[in-house]
């Protein structure tokens, strides 16, 4: 699949975006790797929270399916092809 002009300036401005939010946040990209080599398998549950400014708490959950792992390592290859 070939991408045009607008989907190639979009995914750098993805890329610059990424690389702005792992400047702003340096401990996510450890946590991920780390969970990566071992947590995030088939049956695991990831759970996200969020706590908003005024303390309100928003949590869901949801258990990893082949699917999604399909769609990890696509994302994998994606960044491993750059």
Do not use: W
């Not at 049956?43 to 400014?53: G, L, M, Q, Y």
């Not at 990893?64 to 792992?69: A, G, I, Y």
């Amino acid at each position: 699949m070939a991408l045009n002009f607008q989907q190639l300036g979009m995914l750098a401005k993805l890329k610059s975006a990424f690389s702005t939010f792992q400047q702003q946040h340096p401990k996510f990209m450890p946590f991920i790797h780390a969970v990566k080599g071992d947590a995030c398998r088939k049956d695991s549950v990831i759970e996200i929270s969020v706590k908003s400014p005024e303390g309100r708490n928003y949590t869901t959950n949801f258990r990893v399916t082949e699917k999604d792992l399909e769609l990890i390592q696509m994302l994998k290859d994606m960044q491993e092809n750059q």
